[in-house]
């Protein structure tokens, strides 16, 4: 049911005559959050990286005494991480302040985690992000009544981990987005050439590779390694000026599929089934 409810959500949400403008209004919500750790982000946005942080959170609201047992079963049946590179993750978020980790006091053997509140509140702002944007399109959505913070972050997980447990992540269903989103960097830079498009009113698009490069705290070299993976799909071509990128009507088909993914998540995040 979940499946079915996502896939048909993400293309009724498709055909809104607002899509571009909700597009640009997430990305400008994103672009601020982005902006104030670039080096943190950057990494927290591939998508793997996400769903592991996400199911991670969905553990937290779903079990008394959460383990990291179900995430790594979650990255081993799907391939998202090594075990290695899921404990050097789980590092990266101790280390950041944004998940606390104990051992479990009846069986030390265990370890237990909670996210932090630094963890949670940045996480709520990006689901923020969505939800204003969804707004664009469904104006009677009142992101102000969302309720309490705990309570909304609580149903909203468990919710949301139903969508986890389906196996629905956004570059199955929208596959050329992996060329994007599994890179440093890649889910704004995407978005970013979509908002550079509707900016200058052309699917022939004039790119600053330094002004980005700076913004994302990735190098020069990586977007246009990015771009240039992205053109043998055939979603591209970049010009031999070096700073001309025409796109191709597939990779705004791509963009748009991506973001309604992400709002058919979030909705069902918000509401389950209705």
């Known amino acids: ?4 409810i996502i896939n048909g959500r993400r293309r009724e949400i498709g055909l809104g005559e607002d899509l571009d403008a909700a597009v640009e209004v997430y990305y400008n ?25 996400w199911s991670i959170l969905g553990g937290c609201y779903t079990f008394k005494k959460p383990s990291f047992k179900e995430v ?49 509140n940045e996480v709520r702002e990006l689901i923020d992000s969505l939800l204003l944007a969804y707004s664009m399109i469904y104006p009677e959505f009142d992101l102000a009544q969302r309720g309490d913070h705990d309570e909304f972050m609580a149903n909203f997980f468990k919710n949301y981990t139903q969508v986890i447990g389906k196996e629905l992540f956004v570059y199955d269903a929208v596959p050329d987005s992996r060329v994007f989103l599994t890179k440093d960097g890649g889910h704004m830079m995407m978005f970013h050439l979509y908002i550079e498009s509707l900016r200058q009113e052309t699917l022939t698009v004039q790119y600053n590779y330094l002004k980005a490069s700076t913004e994302f705290s990735v190098s020069r070299s990586h977007i246009k390694r990015c771009f240039q993976a992205a053109e043998r799909l055939d979603l591209l071509n970049l010009r031999q000026d070096g700073k001309t990128i025409e796109l191709k009507p597939r990779f705004i088909d791509m963009v748009r599929e991506a973001f309604c993914f992400y709002l058919a998540t979030v909705e069902y995040g918000v509401f389950g089934v209705r």
């Open 29 to 53: 919500a994103i672009h601020k959050i982005y902006l104030t750790h670039p080096l943190y982000f950057k990494v927290m946005f591939k998508a793997n990286r996400n769903i592991i942080f």
């Open 1 to 4: 049911m979940v499946v079915s």
């Open 72 to 120: 790594k079963k979650l990255c081993i049946n799907h391939e998202l991480l090594s075990a290695n590179a899921l404990d050097s993750f789980i590092s990266f978020l101790q280390v950041g302040g944004r998940l606390a980790i104990r051992r479990d006091e009846q069986d030390k053997r265990k370890l237990t985690y909670q996210p932090t509140a630094k963890g949670v």
